[in-house]
């Protein structure tokens, strides 16, 4: 299992959190910790696509990284 690296900011906000037991930062937390998530998935799909041993499974990766990106099927290749 690799490191996975927050901004300071986020990483205050848990200490305050978890330390200081204060709960007034429970949603940033969450919605920073939502949106580290979304990019970890979207870099292992990428991940997935680039190396992936298949034809199969390259365009498996490729059509769902372009589906979570929100890209338009008419604008695909």
Known sequence: MGNVQISQELFMQLIRFHL?????CEKEIKKGLEKKLDKMVMRDLYGKFKTATTEEERERARKEYLDR?????SFRW
């Open 20 to 24: 200081v037991e204060d709960e007034s």
């Open 69 to 73: 990106r929100g890209v338009p099927e």
